[in-house]
C-alpha cells in the first residue's frame, strides 16, 4: 500500500528566503506526482505535475523534483513572499491506477 | 475556462439528515472524482468515474454514501442518514486522461458540519 509522508509538517520562514518542502512515497512504482497548494477553507490547486519519466518541472519561483529509485520529491521555492503562506500538498499516483495518494502537508508560512 | 465547480459550499445538518453535493467538472474532462478530506490530513478517495462509469467505489461507505453522474458530466454525492463522523471537506476534481497527463484540477469543496 502506498504511503506518502511529508517533513516537515509545519515551517515558517522570513519572506525572502528560498525553501525546500520535502515528500517522501514507499512504492517507486509511480505514474506520475503532483503538488498542490490549499489555502485555508479553499480546495486544490494544483502547481506541478511530474511524470515518472521526468527529472524535475518549473513553474516560475516553484521548482519541483523526483527521484523515484529512492521514492523521494522536493519542491523548491525560492525569494517566498507572504502571498506563499498555504499547506502544500505532494500526491503520487500509482502504476496501474488513477487513485492519487496525498501526504499529510506541510502548512508554510512566510512572515513579512 | 471555469474550473470545477462545487454546491454548497457549506452545509450543516443534524446527524441522522440526508445531505447531498452537486459537482460540475470542467467541460471536456471525463474523470470526474469525489474525493473526503479530514481536518489536518490530505483527501482520501471516495468514488472515480469514467464518463458515467464508477470504476473505482472501493473506498464509497456503501450502506450510507451513493453518487451517481447520470450523463457522464455533473455528479452528485449523497449520504443519507448523516453520522457525526461525517463532517468534514468533500471534494470533487476532473480530470481530461492520459490526454492531458493525468492531472488532476480541484474544485473548492463542501464543507460539511454534522451535529
New interface residues.
Given amino acids: 500500500k502506498q504511503e506518502v509522508t511529508q517533513i516537515p509538517a509545519a515551517l515558517s520562514v522570513p519572506e525572502g528566503e528560498n525553501l525546500v518542502l520535502n515528500c517522501s512515497f514507499t512504492d517507486s512504482a509511480i505514474y506520475n506526482l503532483q503538488w498542490f497548494r490549499q489555502d485555508p477553507g479553499k480546495g486544490l490547486t494544483s502547481l506541478l505535475l511530474i511524470q515518472s519519466s521526468q527529472r524535475e518541472q518549473t513553474s516560475g519561483r516553484l521548482n519541483a523534483s523526483l527521484d523515484k529509485s529512492s521514492g523521494r520529491s522536493t519542491l523548491y521555492i525560492a525569494a517566498s513572499q507572504p502571498g506563499d503562506s498555504a499547506t502544500y500538498l505532494c500526491a503520487v499516483r500509482g502504476g496501474g491506477s488513477e487513485k492519487l495518494v496525498f501526504g499529510k502537508g506541510t502548512k508554510l508560512t512566510v512572515n513579512p | 475556462e471555469a474550473g ?1 465547480v ?1 454546491s454548497p459550499r457549506y452545509k450543516i445538518i443534524e446527524k441522522k439528515q440526508p445531505v447531498a453535493f452537486w459537482c460540475n467538472p470542467i467541460s471536456g474532462h471525463n ?1 470526474l ?1 469525489w474525493y473526503l478530506q479530514n481536518l ?6 471516495l468514488i ?1 468515474y469514467e464518463n458515467e462509469e464508477a ?2 467505489d472501493s473506498q464509497l461507505p456503501k450502506d450510507r454514501f451513493s453518487a451517481e453522474r447520470l450523463k457522464g458530466v455533473d455528479s452528485t454525492l449523497k449520504i443519507q442518514p448523516a453520522e457525526l463522523g461525517d463532517s468534514a471537506v468533500y ?1 470533487c ?1 476532473s480530470s481530461k486522461g492520459l490526454a492531458g ?9 463542501t ?1 460539511l458540519t454534522v451535529l
Fill in positions: 470545477v462545487q474523470t472524482y489536518g490530513q490530505g483527501p482520501e478517495l472515480r470504476v473505482d471534494l476534481a497527463g493525468n492531472e488532476q484540477f480541484f474544485g473548492p469543496g464543507r
